[in-house]
């Protein structure tokens, strides 16, 4: 007997989509690994309700959504700040808070940044494909792996009678959104077979976030590096692998990135570093930093301990819920 | 066969990645070793997340708790010497997955210039592209697309100059001495010469566990009648 929902969905608004710590399983297939865009945002989102790290959430984007609860639960909000609303009262971001059944969350659009997180108790039910949830909505996947929410859909969560204190995220922890975004690079791949200008510019020049970025590829307007290889065969990718195209383009691929490509690569930003660059919004000013690949190492040694998380191939997973 | 002068390569491109490149040819004889070092990687090293090989490299994911760059360069280098020791590995002769085409201008469009351009007619040619079994000797670009090797040279065909806005599914194509099947409509520059019924191709989970590096694919020709019951 399907269990009664918890919530109804009353806007998706522009894009939303439930989201985890995306798939490490099918990556060797050529499955792209997917997962939250600012996956910092989506662990405290799951933290401040004691969820496992890798719990389901849903990804906002823009903000323009509403949901009615259906449930006496409790729910935490993340990234984006989109004056959030419960029937018409402030709710604050990066904290939790308490829904009574038949209440309305109403997110406005974000005055800055791109996408909040939604987490609930337990976290979302959600079908999961290789050992993850999260949603890809890449062309050549139609539906496979989930779909954009739709006005009407209904909602589940795992735990929706789970009390817990009603938490929030210390302000100095909350990251600010960021005008200029300093994205630190691994130089790797093709690096050196671009010219020795280009390679200068790329640490010198100012770029802007293009438009046309998506959940596949941040786009970069800046100079065109054009001295770099043609003809590679494809190489595998790592997480935040910057590639320039044929006509000069830089991309820094994001979650729902390709796991093979065969453009010229400049090697590989922080992965830590993509959660800011998932929350600028287009035009932001964005500048490359030289990487030091040890002090990268750490800080993810840090981030997982510190959220408790553990990857495997299987997904990625938690050692114990906290509650 | 390799020789003592031809080491491989390894490098960093993330923190807790290492990216291994082999000495050897791209094509169904470097999978091979490049599998077998796959392999032997996954017993020798410890808290491995993720290895992804295509063509003639492995790339290698570990945790960054246990990450340590000298440690696996040394495990790497080592690996990668042992398979290349030795004559290349027979490609694994397991069950191959047969995919039926139809070589048909309408559904190929490159079918007749292709033959033409390998001075053969386009039963020829045909004959040879279904004639023999293929490596997959990598995935990637789109999930399930997998690149199939070594087509007879007598047929290898250069890419399109420009790509087409818009393969259909299940197409057919062949660039240099690879061929491959589109599975899904997409943007693509590989010369058109047949299409798979695309029915074949709907399943994306099992396309994905069926075309991984090493797997075995054949073509077997089939004519439009058989195509077109296979597409209702």
């Keep these: ?323 | 066969m390799t020789t003592g002068s031809e080491v491989a390569t390894v490098a960093f491109p993330g923190p807790a990645s290492a990216l291994v490149t082999l000495p050897v040819a791209a094509d169904r004889h470097g999978i091979a070793r490049v599998l077998t070092l796959e392999r032997l990687v996954r017993d020798s090293m410890v808290d491995v997340r993720a290895t992804i090989p295509a063509f003639n490299r492995l790339l290698v994911e570990g945790s960054p708790a246990t990450w340590e760059p000298d440690e696996v360069e040394k495990t790497l280098r080592a690996a990668a010497a042992a398979c290349l020791r030795g004559k290349p590995p027979v490609p694994a002769e397991g069950d191959s997955v047969v995919l039926p085409v139809c070589y048909d201008r309408e559904l190929g469009p490159d079918l007749e210039s292709w033959a033409a351009g390998a001075g053969l007619s386009v039963e020829e040619a045909v004959g040879l592209h279904c004639g023999r079994t293929y490596t997959v000797l990598a995935t990637g670009f789109a999930p399930g697309f997998a690149y199939l090797g070594d087509v007879d040279e007598r047929i290898a065909a250069p890419r399109r100059p420009s790509p087409r806005r818009r393969v259909a599914a299940g197409s057919v194509g062949i660039a240099d001495r690879r061929t491959g099947v589109y599975p899904a409509d997409s943007p693509g520059g590989w010369q058109l010469i047949g299409r798979v019924p695309s029915a074949l191709f709907a399943d994306a989970a099992e396309r994905t566990a069926r075309f991984t590096p090493g797997a075995r694919v054949a073509f077997r020709q089939i004519g439009p009648k058989e195509f077109a019951a296979a597409c209702r």
């Design chain 1, 1 to 323: 007997m399907p269990v009664k929902p918890h919530g109804v969905v009353d806007n998706p608004g522009p894009l939303c989509t439930v989201q985890d710590l995306g798939r490490q399983r099918g990556r060797r297939a050529g499955l792209t690994p997917g997962g939250a865009m600012d996956q910092r945002a989506c662990l405290w989102a799951n933290r401040m309700l004691g969820n496992d790290p890798a719990a389901p959430v849903l990804e906002i984007t823009l903000g323009g959504f509403a949901l009615r609860f259906l449930a006496e639960t409790v729910f935490a909000l993340a990234g984006a700040d989109c004056a959030a609303k419960l029937d018409g009262r402030e709710t604050g971001s990066w904290r939790a808070i308490r829904a009574r059944p038949g209440q309305l969350l109403r997110l406005g659009y974000s005055s800055s940044g791109m996408r909040a997180y939604l987490a609930l108790p337990g976290g979302l039910e959600a079908p999961r494909a290789f050992g993850s949830a999260s949603a890809v909505l890449r062309d050549e996947l139609p539906g496979w792996l989930g779909n954009a929410l739709r006005p009407g859909e209904e909602l589940r969560w795992r735990d929706p009678d789970r009390r817990t204190r009603l938490r929030q995220v210390p302000a100095s922890l909350v990251p600010p959104v960021a005008k200029l975004v300093a994205l630190p690079l691994i130089t790797a791949f093709e690096w050196l077979d671009f010219s020795a200008v280009d390679r200068e510019r790329v640490f010198q020049a100012e770029w802007t976030l293009d438009a046309a970025s998506d959940r596949i590829a941040s786009r970069l307007a800046g100079p065109a590096l054009t001295s770099g290889p043609r003809e590679l065969d494809s190489v595998p990718f790592v997480d935040g692998t910057v590639q320039v195209t044929g006509d000069g383009t830089t991309l820094v691929f994001m979650r729902d990135r390709p796991t093979i490509g065969g453009y010229p690569k400049l090697g590989s930003v922080d992965p830590l570093a993509l959660d800011a660059l998932a929350q600028a919004r287009p035009g932001a000013r964005i500048r490359f930093t030289r990487a030091d690949p040890e002090r990268v190492r750490r800080a993810l040694v840090q981030r997982e301990s510190f959220f408790g998380i553990r990857r495997t191939e299987s997904g990625a997973g938690a050692g114990s819920s906290r509650s």
